[in-house]
C-alpha cells in the first residue's frame, strides 16, 4: 500500500491526499488470477477450498485466458448450501467427481428458490441464469425425501449446460432432477434417475441429450416432459421402472433415436403421448411392457403428429392410439 510522498513538484499534502483516496476505494477488491496452465484445485475437508461455493467464488476471479480449472469433489463431501449465479460465463470449469461415486446434497439446505410458470417455486441445488454453467462430471443425488420443491439443476434464460461422462453425471431424487427454461442443454452419458420426481423438465429449450439412462423406480411423475416450443434431440436413452409416460406437447419438436422405455405398471394410457400440435420422430425404439392393463406405446392428441420407423414392442397389444396413417382430430402416427 501507499503511504506518502515527500515534496516535489505536486505537494506532498495534495499527493497524500490523492493516496487516501486510492487506498480507500481500492478497499474490498481482490486481485484478478490470470490463468497461464490449466489448474486442479481440491474441494472438500483438506482441500484447497472447503466447500464447492467457496471455489466457485475464487473461479469468478480468475481471467482463463484460454486455459481450465478442474474442481475436484473428495469422495463423502456432502452438498450444503444452493450455489446460485446470474449473467456469468462458467464454460471453463469442470466440477468432477474424485472417482465413481454418488455423492449426496442435504434437502435442508433449500432456501432460495424461483418462481416457475405462476404455479409454483423451484428450488435449486445449482440455479443458473443467463449464463454459461461449469460443465459437470458429478452425479448429486439429493439424501432424503425431499420437503420442497427441489431441483438437481435449474437453467433458466438462456443459459447454457453439460453435463458429460457415464452413469456417474448428472442428478436424482429431486423433485425435477433437471428443469430448463429458455435455455440450452448438452447432456451425454448422463443419469437422471429419481423416485420422487421428474427425470428432464425441458421447457422452451433447445437440447441434445444422449446415452441418458433414468431409473423412475415406479414413482408417480413423468420421466420426460417436453413442452412449449423446445427442440430436443436424443438418442440412446433408457427409461425404466416408469408408471407415467414421455410427455411431449405445445408445438415441441422430438428425435427419439435407438432408445427403450419398460415399465411394469403403467397408469398412464401409453408410454408416449405426443400432443397440441407436437412432432415425434421415433426410430429404432423399444416399448416393453411386463404389468397388467394394456397401454399403448404411442398415442397422440390434439394434433399430436409421430413418425414411428423400426420401432419394437413386448408385452404390447396394441401400439398405437389409432390407425396409422390416417388423419383424426387427435392427429396422425406415420408407421
Known amino acids: 500500500m501507499i503511504t506518502e510522498f515527500q515534496d516535489g513538484f505536486i505537494t506532498k499534502t495534495k499527493l497524500n491526499e490523492l493516496v487516501g483516496e486510492i487506498n480507500a476505494n481500492s478497499v474490498g477488491l481482490e486481485k484478478i488470477v490470470i490463468l497461464t496452465e490449466n489448474i486442479t484445485k481440491i474441494v472438500g475437508t483438506g482441500g484447497d477450498f472447503t466447500t464447492l461455493n467457496s471455489a466457485i467464488n475464487w473461479c469468478s476471479k480468475v481471467k482463463p485466458d484460454g486455459y ?3 474442481l475436484i469433489i473428495k469422495s463423502g463431501y456432502i452438498f450444503s448450501e444452493q450455489i446460485i449465479y446470474e449473467n456469468v460465463n462458467f464454460g471453463f470449469i469442470t466440477i468432477k467427481k474424485e472417482s465413481d461415486v454418488i455423492y449426496y446434497a442435504n434437502d435442508s439446505i433449500f432456501t432460495t428458490s424461483f418462481d416457475i410458470d405462476g404455479d409454483d417455486n423451484i428450488f435449486p441445488l445449482f440455479g443458473f441464469f443467463n449464463s454459461i454453467t461449469p460443465k459437470f462430471d458429478i452425479l448429486i443425488r439429493l439424501q432424503s425425501t425431499p420437503t420442497v420443491n427441489s431441483c438437481g439443476l435449474f437453467l433458466d434464460k438462456n443459459s447454457n449446460s453439460i453435463i458429460e461422462s457415464g452413469l456417474y453425471s448428472g ?3 429431486f423433485r425435477w432432477s433437471l428443469y430448463s427454461r429458455s435455455s440450452k442443454l448438452y447432456a451425454k452419458g448422463s443419469n437422471f434417475s429419481t423416485n420422487y420426481g421428474v427425470g428432464l423438465y425441458i421447457h422452451n429449450s433447445e437440447c441434445n441429450i444422449s446415452e441418458a439412462f433414468i431409473d423412475m423406480q415406479n414413482s408417480y411423475s413423468d ?19 416408469t408408471k407415467y409416460q414421455v410427455a411431449i406437447s405445445d408445438s415441441s419438436r422430438v428425435n427419439m433415436y435407438d432408445g427403450s422405455i419398460s415399465s411394469s405398471a403403467m397408469i398412464s394410457s401409453a408410454l408416449v403421448i405426443c400432443g397440441n400440435a407436437s412432432n415425434v420422430n421415433l426410430r429404432s425404439f423399444d416399448f416393453i411392457y411386463s404389468g397388467i392393463g394394456n397401454p399403448k406405446a404411442i398415442e397422440v392428441q390434439t394434433g399430436g403428429i409421430v413418425c414411428a420407423n423400426g420401432i419394437s414392442t413386448s408385452g404390447i397389444n396394441n401400439i398405437l392410439s389409432q390407425t396409422a396413417n390416417t388423419v383424426t382430430p387427435n392427429g396422425i402416427i406415420f408407421q
Open 223 to 241: 420421466p420426460i416432459k417436453i413442452f412449449s416450443n423446445s427442440n430436443v434431440e436424443s438418442s440412446l436413452i433408457n427409461i425404466v421402472n
Open 171 to 173: 442428478f436424482g431424487n
Open 68 to 70: 481450465k480449472v478442474e
